[in-house]
Structures are given as structure tokens and as C-alpha cells.
């Protein structure tokens, strides 16, 4: 390959970086409207709302896609506590009542159906992610701690791998556990990119169309669950929309 070849694909390569990111700015204003935290609501408690993931609305704009590990295994009743959704609204957060709709736990997913007016939606992709593909993903990274204020993180889509949801706890990922993954695997996304708990449930998107590629679910932990704040692994896993797209339809 010539100098002057070398010279044109190498600025053709930093053209398409530079397009990526100009377009995200404007993506992630479209994106923001669609996220919301899940979580429950208890009348009597305080806070009210007890944040447990992230979740986007997607279909007719009454359903929220999430994981399933996002999902209480059980609520009081007694309490009257609920499955509930936050809507952030800039200082203050609007709080819609929610029900489980469907559910995936071998993918991790689920869906819930929330009451209200309808809320904007997101586009699911009909295409797969690709490796080196740029992406990112919108959530609430250490909501209950942070807030629930929509942070956006990007990255890139690092490989495509076999790996199993582990039994128990699908929000971290350590060695040992992926030793000891079961039977089942199917391909996931490993990406270049840290995601922190709070994650969970956030859509990965295509930064110029917004369109979803994936789910949030796994972040990959060096040494213990703790050191996942103070020393992320910038490894992270989501599951392909496919799955998703299977749930809904």
C-alpha cells in the first residue's frame, strides 16, 4: 500500500470517528426521554422510591424493557409497596405504578407494563452489533447514591462471546465465575466500556441512529464486588436486542 493510500484510508478512519462523535450529542438528547429507573415504591418508606436498575421504553410507549435480575423477587404487600418506575423531570422524578409483563431469566431480561400516558420510545435495531463497533449506553450509574440523573458512556463493542447468565446474581462478572459458568451459552457483547452498578437495564445504541443493539447486564469485577467503584475492570456485557425483540413479540 502506498504512502499517499495509507495517508487517505488513515483519514477516512479519523472522518468516521469525528462523524461518531459530533452525532452523539444530538442521539443522546432522543435517547434521555426514553430511559427511566426502576425500582419500588413504598408510601410509608423514605425515600419512597427504592432504586434498583435502569430501563427503557420501548413498543407503544407503556412498556419498559429491563434485566431480570432489575426485578424484586418479591414485594410487601403489607406495605404497599409496588413495582414502580421513575421518570426523571429535571429536579424531580414522576413516579408511575408498574407489573411485571414478561420474563427471560436465561437471558436476563423482562418487560413491565406501566400505567399513564405514553412516554417516548426507542427503536429496536433488526441488525446485530458488529466488533469495533462504536456504541453507547444511557443509565443511571450508582442511582441510588448519584441520583437519578440519565449519565450517558460510550465504547466500543471489544468481541462477540459465548458466556451463560450465572446462577444467583447477573450484575457482576468475576473469574471465578466464568470458570464455573453452566450450560447454555449464547453469544453476548463484551465492550470496551465501564458501566457501574445502577446499569443494569440501560440500552445500548448505534451513536448516530439511537437505535437499541443491546441490554446492559454484566459488569466484569477484577478482584471483589466493592472494587467495582474504586477500580472498574472497563469491561462490561449486554445482550443483543435480539433477545429482546424475541420477548416482545
Known sequence: ?????????????ML?????????PATVSRVKPSIVAVGTYEPTRS????????????????????????????VDANRRETLAIAIPLGDKVNVRSAEK????????????????????????????AEEGQSVAFTGFPIGSALGLKPATHRGIVSAITPISIPRGNARELNA???RSLGSDPFSVYQLDATAYPGNSGSPLFDPVSGAVLGVLNMVFVKDTKENVL???????YAIPVRYLNDLLY
Open 1 to 13: 500500500m502506498s504512502r499517499w493510500l495509507c495517508f487517505a484510508v488513515s483519514a477516512l478512519m
Open 16 to 24: 468516521a470517528s469525528v462523524s461518531v462523535q459530533a452525532d452523539l
Open 47 to 74: 425515600p419512597a422510591f427504592r432504586f434498583l436498575g435502569t430501563g427503557f421504553v420501548v413498543g407503544d410507549g407503556l412498556t419498559v424493557a429491563t434485566n431480570a435480575h432489575v426485578l424484586p423477587a418479591s
Open 101 to 128: 409483563l414478561r420474563s427471560d431469566p436465561s437471558h436476563d431480561l423482562a418487560t413491565l407494563r406501566i400505567v399513564g400516558p405514553a412516554l417516548p420510545v426507542l427503536v429496536l435495531s433488526s441488525g446485530e
Open 176 to 178: 471465578r465465575q466464568i
Open 230 to 236: 474504586s477500580k472498574p475492570s472497563g469491561i462490561s
